[in-house]
């Protein structure tokens, strides 16, 4: 038989299996436009000097509530955003929870970690410079958004119907790992095969269908910053023109998007609108060979664990040495100074440790989704792979609260921006600890131990 003939038939088969379990599990789905409705400072670069000036294409937050056969319940919700703080994902979950009756391990904010999108509450707190009529923007924005996302896993929840549910894992090379490539000799290193450095290309998919085999939600992943462009209009970057594509291609269908563990991955080259639906075309065409495909149908029960580890810093700055930062030429280091200055005065010492959220969902017997907080370096999605199986595995970063960059051992050991130079940004006193990797990963394992099918 003609390979083109075998592969469309054990779709086929595969497909008429997932439609045939529909009844077991059961699927809901919703979106909602969260473009900032005037201009307000954007977030992601502390080089711009002006607020958004425009639209490319709309923001979105979006869904996806699954149900297993014995009635346990998730809610998946993506945000076409730079990340979310603690204080205001805290705020969003406990009131979801109030209003749904989904407890904190059962809800995943996952964050696009678009460079086009608004500042959100606390985020990214010592990179902006605004006066009181900014700051009551960013304030507004945060309140609304809560708002609308209540609201959004409400919808959800009450679009329920029976579902059957796929998984399968692509390719995309759009990702470079740019501390090891230098932008401007990337085309070059492409073209001779010689890029440097580690990189995760891998696509994970979860198809949710209706008992016809319609789409109803294409889940999808990558590990690449997006930031494509650096200019002064909304856009969900390459990730948002994927997310278009798909549900363009996919008419009745909502695709999101969680971003991997991409935090020291570039798409290159960059800085054109145009690049940015290109990588946005091609890694929904990776998605789309994905749905074409062979899939595996996903049976059984979900299960979702979650746990925060008190992640310790190093040495901390005493008051005399914030002071003297405080005085300092680099204003977002003075900046961060007079910020824990500040909350030292109002009686809140600095803590020796964060509380850095970890998430694992088990969907079936198959695929583990292992969400973590921050802007996670690629490292650790390697490792997770390598240790608990590799395409079965899905890594995400910037999920439930984006506090700052999470290095390796090996990357803060190396230093530079994601090993340590980027705390200044994120308003937290010092560099990471040595041991964060080996906290990280050992609670994510015994998390993956306690999750009951």
């Known amino acids: 038989m003609n390979r083109r003939y075998v ?40 080089s711009r000097t002006r607020p958004a000036e ?16 014995a009635g346990r319940r998730v809610a998946l919700v993506t945000l076409d955003l730079i990340g979310i ?6 705020a969003v979950r406990g009131a979801i929870e109030q209003k749904h009756g989904l407890a904190r391990e059962a809800v995943a904010l996952c964050t696009s970690h678009t ?5 959100v509450g606390r985020n990214l707190a010592a990179m902006y410079f605004l006066d009181d009529a900014g700051q009551k923007l960013i304030a507004d924005y945060a309140a609304g958004l809560e708002q609308k996302l209540v609201d959004l896993v409400g919808e959800a929840i009450a679009d ?50 209706d008992p016809a085999g319609q789409l109803r939600a294409i889940v999808f992943g990558y590990a690449c910053h997006a930031t494509v462009m650096d200019f002064f209009q909304w856009s969900g970057d390459y990730p948002g023109f994927a997310q278009s594509e798909l549900e363009e291609s996919h008419p009745g269908a909502v695709a999101l998007f969680w971003a991997g563990c991409g935090a020291d991955q570039n798409p290159l080259p960059r800085r054109k609108p145009e690049l940015a639906g290109e990588y946005g075309r091609r890694l ?3 998605v789309d060979e994905v749905l074409g495909g062979v899939m595996a149908p996903i049976e059984g029960n979900l299960s979702a664990e979650y746990a925060e580890v008190d992640l310790p810093f190093g040495p901390l700055p005493s008051s005399e040495d914030l002071t003297a930062q405080a005085a300092s030429s680099d204003r977002y280091e003075a900046q961060r100074a007079r910020l824990l200055l500040e909350q030292i005065q109002a009686g809140e010492p600095l ?5 850095y959220p970890v998430q694992v969902w088990k969907l079936g017997p198959d ?9 996670v370096v690629v490292d650790y999605a390697l490792r997770l792979k390598h240790e608990l199986g590799a395409k079965r595995t899905w890594v995400a970063g910037y999920t439930n609260d984006v506090m700052a960059y999470i290095p390796s051992r090996r990357v803060l050991i190396e230093g530079g921006y994601e090993g340590g130079g980027a705390m200044v940004y994120y308003g937290l006193p010092t560099v990471w600890a040595a041991e964060v990797e080996e906290m990280i990963v050992g609670k994510v394992r015994e998390l993956v131990g306690g999750t009951k099918m």
């Open 7 to 46: 592969g469309a038939w054990l779709s086929i088969v595969v497909l008429c299996s997932t439609v045939a379990n529909a009844d077991d599990w059961r699927a809901g789905v919703a979106k909602a436009n969260i473009t900032p409705e005037q201009p307000m400072w954007m977030a992601g670069y502390s």
């Open 54 to 69: 425009g639209r490319l294409i709309d923001l979105w937050a979006k869904a996806l509530v699954l149900e297993d056969p």
């Open 85 to 90: 703080h603690r204080a205001e994902s805290l």
């Open 115 to 119: 460079h086009s999108g608004p500042v």
């Open 160 to 209: 329920l119907a029976p579902a059957g549910l796929a998984w399968g894992s692509g390719h995309s090379s759009v990702a470079v790992n740019r501390r090891n490539n230098r932008e401007a000799d990337v085309p070059e290193l492409r073209a001779a095969g010689k890029l440097a450095g580690p990189v995760d290309h891998d696509v994970p998919v979860l198809a949710v269908r």
């Open 284 to 286: 929904a065409r990776a």
């Open 351 to 355: 803590s020796p440790s964060y509380p």
């Open 367 to 375: 695929v583990l989704f292992i969400a973590l907080g921050g802007e």
